[in-house]
């Protein structure tokens, strides 16, 4: 080769890898517009229906703040973020964002300014929306009263305080193009894919993360942890040991107690308050989906809890203070269990997960009151028992549940979950 000619490869590279390393850190601003006018009717239904079905609501209104105005903190192990407001506010919301800046948002998590948003705002998953979708959540959200609001600084970690870093984030876990309809599967089940996968983001909870915060892909629905909560594995529901039908899922996660299960609590509350917004067809459509989710390789399969052949429970100290604290409402003798068809405790995930972490989550949290589920209240009793009772109460459970595999590490999961209060 010619001497020239291996100068002008080595410039061309180079202004290629300049270039490429331009585009991995910065992307254009998109101009600002004046928001538009609103849409009709049918078109803000629609949109609102595609809200619900996102939780956007759980994440970017604040407790006691207004719809959609941001400032919830999110708590990350990269630090702490608080989200954005999104009402069409010019100055402080996104009341200056054309569709195509707030469908660049959705699919590649970039702000209309240019700058990358962190990936704690789900766009791996709302990418998969149908553009329709996208324009119809749009001109809802347009239509929301514009609130001025700027939430607090976020606190990063050092490097991650440096959002250029999430374009190699994106690098890897930013793919797939909006979900098209596979043909052989019915109808039903395409809509429950499209709402677990797209919009309803349940793999962003009910998967393994890997070290930077991304699902496994290998792992997807295989359970995950998420504020201190076990989100539990999604597959092979219908043939658990003590299965789930479809009515009994419908009723979960529309915000009802499902029949010999329970209800939701912790952050499943929120997202099953946000499908009860939806038309029914659309829960029923998610339950098919899910029932469908067959175990894999990677999910391991818990031993089965036989019931104790002669249960010494009992006796246990747990015994009493059960009696105490917690009978009045979920003894089977408890006028409460017959509403709505209660759950015995002991036929929850909560008792019979392989982790006490939800069980323990429940009782120092309790249930908050909600509208949509008025019934569901339980008080919290984060203070008024201490670690030893506590630990009492759930060994008691545990042994009424599955006497032979008791949990061992009640202790540690206390004092955790206690320190991260
Ligand atoms: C799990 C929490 C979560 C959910 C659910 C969520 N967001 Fe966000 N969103 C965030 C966070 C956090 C940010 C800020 C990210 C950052 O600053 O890098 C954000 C930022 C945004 C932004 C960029 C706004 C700006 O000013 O830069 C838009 C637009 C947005 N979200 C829209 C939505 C929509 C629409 C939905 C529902 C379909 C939604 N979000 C659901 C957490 C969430
Ligand atoms: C913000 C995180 C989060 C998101 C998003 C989320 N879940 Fe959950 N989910 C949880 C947690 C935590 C629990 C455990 C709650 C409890 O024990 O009360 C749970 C429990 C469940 C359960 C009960 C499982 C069992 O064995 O008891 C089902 C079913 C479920 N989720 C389905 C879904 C579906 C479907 C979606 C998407 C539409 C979804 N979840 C989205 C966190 C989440
Ligand atoms: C004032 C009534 C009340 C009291 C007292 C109460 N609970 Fe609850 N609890 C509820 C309601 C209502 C629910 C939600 C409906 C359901 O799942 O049965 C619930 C749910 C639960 C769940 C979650 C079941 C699931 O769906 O995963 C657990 C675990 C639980 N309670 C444990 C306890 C324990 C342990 C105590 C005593 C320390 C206690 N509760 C005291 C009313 C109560």
């Not at 202004?15 to 009717?41: C, D, H, L, T, Y």
Request: hydrophobic share 40%; proline share 9%.
């Amino acid at each position: 080769m010619k001497r020239k000619t291996i100068i002008g490869a080595v410039v061309a590279l180079g202004v290629v890898g300049i270039g490429f390393a331009f585009w991995m850190m910065w992307r254009p601003e998109i101009a600002a517009v004046s928001p538009p006018q609103s849409a009709g009717k049918e078109t803000l239904d629609r949109g609102r229906r595609i809200v619900e079905a996102g939780d956007c609501a759980v994440c970017h209104t604040r407790p006691g703040g207004d719809y959609m105005a941001g400032g919830l903190p999110l708590i990350t192990p990269f630090g702490t973020l608080f989200t954005t407001n999104i009402t069409p506010d010019p100055e402080t919301g996104i009341g200056k964002w054309s569709l195509p800046a707030f469908e660049r948002a959705m699919r590649e998590g970039i702000a209309r300014d240019g700058h990358f948003l962190y990936p704690a705002f789900p766009y791996v998953h709302y990418r998969k929306l149908s553009g329709a979708d996208i324009a119809d959540a749009y001109a809802f959200l347009m239509s929301v009263d514009p609130v001025k609001y700027t939430a607090p600084e976020n606190h990063m970690v050092f490097p991650m305080n440096f959002r250029a870093l999430v374009s190699f984030w994106n690098l890897l876990f930013l793919h797939g193009d909006p979900l098209e309809p596979i043909p052989d599967r019915s109808a039903q089940w395409n809509r429950g894919r499209y709402l677990v996968e797209g919009a309803g983001h349940c793999s962003s909870c009910h998967s393994p993360l890997n070290l930077i915060g991304g699902e496994k892909s290998s792992e997807l629905f295989n359970g995950g942890v998420v504020d201190g909560w076990t989100a539990p594995s999604l597959r092979g529901m219908a043939d658990a040991q003590h299965p789930w039908n479809e009515a009994q899922l419908v009723a979960y996660l529309t915000g009802k107690v499902a029949e010999d299960h329970g209800a939701a609590a912790g952050p499943m509350l929120p997202v099953s308050l946000s499908i009860a917004q939806l038309p029914v067809e659309d829960a029923q459509a998610i339950a098919r989906y899910i029932l469908d989710l067959k175990k894999t390789s990677s999910d391991a399969t818990s031993p089965p809890c036989p019931p104790a052949a002669n249960p010494t429970a009992k006796t246990l100290p747990g015994a009493a203070l059960f009696e105490g604290a917690c009978a009045s409402c979920h003894s089977s003798a408890a006028p409460m269990r017959t509403l709505d068809s209660r759950p015995a405790l002991v036929n929850t995930s909560a008792v019979r997960a392989d982790s006490p972490r939800n069980l323990i989550q429940t009782i120092l949290q309790g249930i908050p009151m909600s509208t949509a589920a008025a019934s569901h209240y339980m008080p919290a009793f984060a203070d008024s028992l201490d670690d030893i009772h506590l630990a009492a109460i759930a060994e008691y459970l545990r042994n009424e549940s599955c006497p032979t595999r008791p949990w061992t590490d009640l202790d540690k999961t206390i004092k955790s979950i206690r320190t991260q209060e």
